[in-house]
T-cell receptor, first 116, second 113 residues
Framework: GAVVSQHPSRVICKSGTSVKIECRSL??????MFWYRQFPKKSLMLMAT?????????EQGVEKDKFLINHASLTLSTLTVTSAHPEDSSFYIC????????????FGNGTRLTVT | QKEVEQDPGPLSVPEGAIVSLNCTYS??????FMWYRQYSRKGPELLMY????GNKEDGRFTAQVDKSSKYISLFIRDSQPSDSATYLC?????????????FGSGTRLSIRP
């Protein structure tokens, strides 16, 4: 089945630094990728929709200058958490849909970010 | 009212039991319905994907969609301890790659050996 690879799986950084998370579709092309945030025992919260070759669309309340998204190719999207703070600590998950209509959504394995 | 409602559980059943997980929704435009399984500290894994009403079976899993009642179900037969996870329903109105998918809050399921 379709595979979405997310890297790193776990990262610890200091306050004020920036962290980049990569999301790759390994065996299919994805014009659209999605970035989610998940708090413990809570459901997925959509942060932004990443479109290949254009600007990402952010959900209400998500700071686009803080969560920079780049979708440089049909198989790679990156999320950069800039000037990270402890409240940014969370589980970040990316997902991707194939370019064909009716393609289901496949998820990466998530990145556990801890900001100290 | 949330667009998608899902009982968070936790739901605990003995091994071998039939498990029924459900979601209700309010948007009649939803046509694509999915069930995901998420183990702790992992990304969600697609289990079932159905279009419109009806049933779909895959091994021990059966997905049902009743659009008239705006109700979807996932049945797990012969449940195993390895089925213990959080199950998320999800749905969307469109089929394009950019269609927004709405998730339920997830039901935590525990299968007792």
């Amino acid at each position: 089945g379709a595979v979405v690879s997310q890297h790193p799986s776990r990262v610890i950084c200091k306050s004020g630094t920036s962290v980049k998370i990569e999301c790759r579709s390994l065996d299919f092309q994805a014009t659209t990728m999605f970035w989610y945030r998940q708090f413990p025992k809570k459901s997925l919260m959509l942060m932004a929709t990443s479109n290949e070759g254009s600007k990402a669309t952010y959900e209400q309340g998500v700071e686009k200058d803080k969560f920079l998204i780049n979708h440089a190719s049909l198989t790679l999207s990156t999320l950069t958490v800039t000037s990270a703070h402890p409240e940014d600590s969370s589980f970040y998950i990316c997902s991707a849909k194939g370019t064909e209509n009716n393609s289901p959504l496949h998820f990466g394995n998530g990145t556990r970010l801890t900001v100290t | 009212q949330k667009e998608v409602e899902q009982d968070p559980g936790p739901l605990s059943v003995p091994e071998g039991a039939i498990v029924s997980l459900n979601c209700t929704y309010s948007n009649s435009a939803f046509q694509y319905f999915m069930w995901y399984r998420q183990y702790s500290r992992k990304g969600p894994e697609l289990l079932m994907y159905t279009y419109s009403s009806g049933n779909k079976e895959d091994g021990r899993f059966t997905a049902q969609v009743d659009k008239s009642s705006k109700y979807i179900s996932l049945f797990i037969r012969d449940s195993q301890p390895s089925d213990s996870a959080t199950y998320l329903c999800a749905m969307s109105a469109g089929y394009s790659s950019a269609s927004k998918i709405i998730f339920g809050s997830g039901t935590r399921l525990s299968i007792r050996p």
